[in-house]
């Protein structure tokens, strides 16, 4: 069991690029959710999926897309980065709804100059 | 806003020492969870304290819960090196489609 996985685990874009974040998870889960983490402010939550074929809006959803075409995937997309941007990302999966206990993957580390 | 606020954010302790972090957080809620995340790692959770319980042990973990000062702390005890970590505590709102929100964490620095 890898548990949740991202890729890729390391990124540099400049302001205007795009790029996909992808997350894995092999536990079956039905919920899944991105997060970014920047120094002081905590986890905030960017969008979250309950189900296949399923998405919705988290706390920071501005700047960012979001696509569950398979269970075992969610993807996170940026289409014009900028540097506010800057930050670590992380997928996390539940198995137990919204207010269960999370499974987190290791994090992607993205700098937008 | 639910956020968990914890408190102190900064905590450096000797080895084999005891170590206590708050919680504290604004509205009613089902549960709290606590979390430990090691340096350049994802968050692992460490526990799950219902708003119907008070107490609850995991280990070297102790978790309480006192909903009518809407606080939570969470006790290591014995401490060892690799307890450093930072700590975060998340909360879900009572009602439906609440989702778990995380405080900004607490550093534990724990010296050998």
């Known amino acids: 069991n890898a548990g949740v996985t991202q890729t890729p685990k390391f990124r540099v874009l400049k302001t205007g690029q795009s790029m996909t974040l992808l997350c894995a998870q092999d536990?079956?889960?039905?919920?899944m959710y991105w997060y970014r983490q920047d120094p002081g402010m905590g986890l905030r939550l960017i969008h979250y999926?309950?189900?296949?074929?399923?998405?919705a809006k988290g706390e920071v959803p501005d700047g960012y897309n979001v696509s569950r075409l398979k269970k075992q995937n969610f993807l996170l997309g940026l289409e014009s980065a900028a540097p506010s941007q800057t930050s670590v990302y992380f997928c996390?999966?539940?198995?137990?709804?919204?207010?269960?206990?999370?499974?987190f993957g290791p994090g992607t580390r993205l700098t937008v100059t | 806003s639910q956020q968990g606020e914890e408190d102190p954010q900064a905590l450096s302790i000797q080895e084999g020492e005891n170590a206590t972090m708050n919680c504290s957080y604004k509205t009613s809620i089902n549960n709290l969870q606590w979390y430990r995340q090691n340096s350049g790692r994802g968050l692992v959770h460490l526990i799950l304290i219902r708003s119907n319980e008070r107490e609850k042990h995991s280990g070297r973990l102790r978790v309480t819960l006192d909903t009518s000062k809407k606080s939570s702390s969470l006790l290591i005890t014995a401490s060892r090196a690799a307890d450093t970590a930072s700590y975060f505590c998340?909360?879900?709102?009572?009602?439906?489609?609440?989702?778990?929100?995380f405080g900004k964490g607490i550093t534990l620095s724990v010296r050998p």
């Open positions: 998340a909360t879900d709102a009572d009602g439906a489609n609440s989702k778990l929100t």
């Open positions: 999926s309950v189900g296949e074929g399923t998405t």
């Open positions: 996390a999966s539940s198995p137990g709804g919204l207010r269960g206990m999370q499974y």
């Open positions: 536990m079956n889960h039905e919920y």
